[in-house]
């Protein structure tokens, strides 16, 4: 609370009320990159200070020190007040000071506060000697006046900050549970549609059509192909055990995959599997690889009549990252507004668990004709 240089009634602080409601995003703001404030986050900062005037003015009026004089100095500390704060707002964004542990915030929070109540001090001033020119009743505003409003604005923006920091980790927390039921239920989704789409009846149809054609030819190679659709399907059916698995075990219901995709395609499907060692055990979301190779062969294989080949390689980088791509005979069109059910699917299912961390990318290989790549990008954890 600040009192005019004609008034020496001592007054209390009033905590500025403010919160920030924006929409949940997948991914926090870059470095310098600053969300516009929504509707209800200026609703908040207006109110909260606005009630902080009012009790300003309350004060003064009890006191018997109304007059034109206090509202255009309560006017001038709100409106310094409320920029700053702005500020303040602005500059914890573009740091991302939310993802911060709470003693590195409090360290810098207690520098920018008290940065900031000096900082007002001279604002405030600059306006009431400048502009507002009260009438002096021979009191001298000296260090300690400075002080004293100094802490008393520093107060403030400290509650300030309570109210911005706690409603942002309760969002937070929120957003968690929300996402968590979101996975479960992306889950289970996708083990509805990997029963529907990714092992669909034509593809088995086909697959034991071409059995039954090589029990009588070659009952070895039958059994064989009996056994790879029969891992594939238990695979599917228990997809919502887990919500990812080991690399290792992807790739093996891949190959299973490919055995029985290359009864049909025969000589037409040419494929190779490169994978690091140390990459084997890192969790995936099961299904990935199948999707990625399904499309290849779907999409890019089957319409050709000499088909052509697939090369899936997987490795560790030094950034503790894992990548996935899958090159493909083909030609990627994509088409305005459409989006594949399963690689959207995919790409949602990465977001939940990943968040930004992870994406999924098909595009056509800028260094070989005719090519068709699906990169896969993973956090290791």
Known sequence: MYIPMSMSTPMLPLPA?????????KAGPVLGQVPAPSRLYWYC??????LYAAFNLLVFTVFGNASVDSYLITAAIVCTLLVLSHGLRYYIRANRWEQLPPLPLLGRLLFTNLLLSVLSQFIIWAIIIGLIRPASTGSPYG?????????NVNFVLWLWAGFYFGWHYLRRSREAEVNTWKLAAAVR????????????????????NN????????????????THLSDLLRYSIQLNSAEQV??????EIVEHYLELEAMQLEERLRYTLDVDPAALHVPIPPMTLQ???????????????????????????????LHITVRNTGRYEPRPGHHGVGVQNARERLALLFGSAAHLHLANDPHAPDTVVAHLQLPVR
């Open 17 to 25: 009320a403010n919160s920030e409601l924006l929409p949940a995003s």
């Open 45 to 50: 900062q207006l109110v909260g200070w606005l």
């Open 143 to 151: 260090l300690a006046q400075f002080i004293g409003y100094s802490f």
């Open 189 to 208: 989704e996708a083990e509805m549609r990997t029963l529907k789409a990714q092992i669909n009846p034509h593809f088995m149809f086909n697959g034991l």
């Open 211 to 226: 059995i039954r054609a090589l029990v009588m030819e070659d009952p070895a190679r039958a059994r064989d192909m009996i």
């Open 246 to 251: 080991p690399l290792h075990r992807e790739l």
């Open 291 to 321: 999707l990625l190779v399904e499309n290849a062969i779907k999409h890019g294989l089957a319409p050709r009549p000499v088909g052509g080949f697939i090369h899936l390689a997987a490795q560790l980088n030094d950034g503790g990252a």
